[in-house]
T-cell receptor
Framework: DTAVSQTPKYLVTQMGNDKSIKCEQN?????MYWYKQDSKKFLKIMFSYNNKELIINETVPNRFSPKSPDKAHLNLHINSLELGDSAVYFCASSQPGGSDTQYFGPGTRLTVL | DQQVKQNSPSLSVQEGRISILNCDYT??????FLWYKKYPAEGPTFLIS?????DKNEDGRFTVFLNKSAKHLSLHIVPSQPGDSAVYFCAASAGGGSNYKLTFGKGTLLTVNP
């Protein structure tokens, strides 16, 4: 029973296209996140949502728009894809509050050609 | 600006011996530290954590040590097993609450040889 799932696992697309990555968690958590792992292997937070409300936006370009239809889902839509968007994107979730563990999805490897 | 640093990109140890993975941080506001383990093509999996009010936390074969004055933490795995071979990420957070976020190091690839 997957706790945090992401679709698709792999995404290959052309520059300029618009694409979405979906994330769902069945842990009953209130907070969800998107992280990006770039070619240098750094995992960096992009967004966090608490109960469908945007909490953190780490100076991510406007081309990235997260959408949370309910607290179990946090989707990531990317407009006008650029070569530099190629990375692995991880969704995560946690209960709200300071020191709670974040549970990660398996990642989506995005390749922009 | 790397606030969490893992200066060893890789570490190789023999099965049964101790693995020591190190992590340094620069942000004195960090008050909670975690280690995650990651296998290829999978997401990071939580391993163990420690609050800044403690200097040691143990869970089975895994122990995390925190030296606040040196802004240094380490993960000890004893005894190491081949299944421990993975990338280990150190992460830290500050303050918590609804603004909670993790800052990750670059990871250390641990290889445990049979």
């Amino acid at each position: 029973d997957t706790a945090v799932s992401q679709t698709p696992k792999y995404l290959v697309t052309q520059m300029g296209n618009d694409k979405s990555i979906k994330c769902e968690q069945n842990l009953g958590h209130d907070t969800m996140y998107w992280y990006k792992q770039d070619s240098k292997k750094f995992l960096k937070i992009m967004f966090s949502y608490n109960n469908k409300e945007l909490i953190i936006n780490e100076t991510v370009p406007n081309r990235f728009s997260p959408k949370s239809p309910d607290k179990a889902h946090l989707n990531l839509h990317i407009n006008s894809l650029e070569l530099g968007d190629s990375a692995v994107y991880f969704c995560a979730s946690s209960q709200p509050g300071g020191s709670d563990t974040q549970y990660f999805g398996p990642g989506t490897r995005l390749t922009v050609l | 600006d790397q606030q969490v640093k893992q200066n060893s990109p890789s570490l190789s140890v023999q099965e049964g011996r101790i693995s020591i993975l190190n992590c340094d941080y620069t942000n004195s506001m960090f008050d909670y530290f975690l280690w995650y383990k990651k296998y290829p093509a999978e997401g990071p999996t939580f391993l163990i954590s420690i609050s800044s009010i403690k200097d040691k936390n143990e869970d089975g074969r895994f122990t995390v040590f925190l030296n606040k004055s040196a802004k240094h933490l380490s993960l000890h795995i004893v005894p190491s097993q081949p299944g421990d071979s993975a990338v280990y990420f150190c992460a830290a957070s500050a303050g918590g609450g609804s603004n909670y976020k993790l800052t990750f190091g670059k990871g250390t690839l641990l290889t445990v040889n049979p």
